[in-house]
């Protein structure tokens, strides 16, 4: 597992956890929708029928988006596998002829 979402599932499971007698937050919705802006996807876990995402890692427009919705997962993961296919430098080498 890598370091970056070892210390996003930490903060996750410790952001949980009460905090002697303040009120119980209100436990997050698993109903995020896809932002337009998302090119790229990651996968950051599934517990209980919610699967969370992060669109655009490592950008400005980063966004985790969590879902319990089957379409909705479904195409977060379509989206994950496009972007893993990508390869970089996929151009002509400089100073070839087109």
Same mark, same amino acid.
């Given at each position: 597992? /890598? ?11 410790? !952001? ?15 109903? $995020? ?13 599934? %517990?209980h ?12 427009? /980063?966004?985790?988006?969590?879902t319990? $919705? %089957?379409?909705? *997962?479904?195409a977060?993961? *379509?989206? /994950? %596998? %496009? !972007?893993?296919?990508?390869?970089p ?8 002829? /087109?």
């Amino acid at each position: 597992m /890598r370091p970056a979402t070892r210390m996003l599932l930490a903060f996750a499971i410790l !952001s949980a956890l009460p905090l002697g007698a303040q009120a119980p937050a209100p436990a997050k919705s698993c109903t $995020d929708t896809i932002p337009k802006t998302c090119a790229k996807v990651n996968f950051l876990g599934e %517990d209980h029928n919610c699967a969370c995402f992060v669109c655009n890692p490592g950008t400005k427009e /980063r966004k985790v988006v969590c879902t319990n $919705d %089957d379409a909705t *997962k479904k195409a977060l993961y *379509k989206m /994950r %596998d %496009d !972007s893993a296919g990508e390869k970089p430098g996929a151009e002509a080498p400089k100073g070839a002829s /087109r």
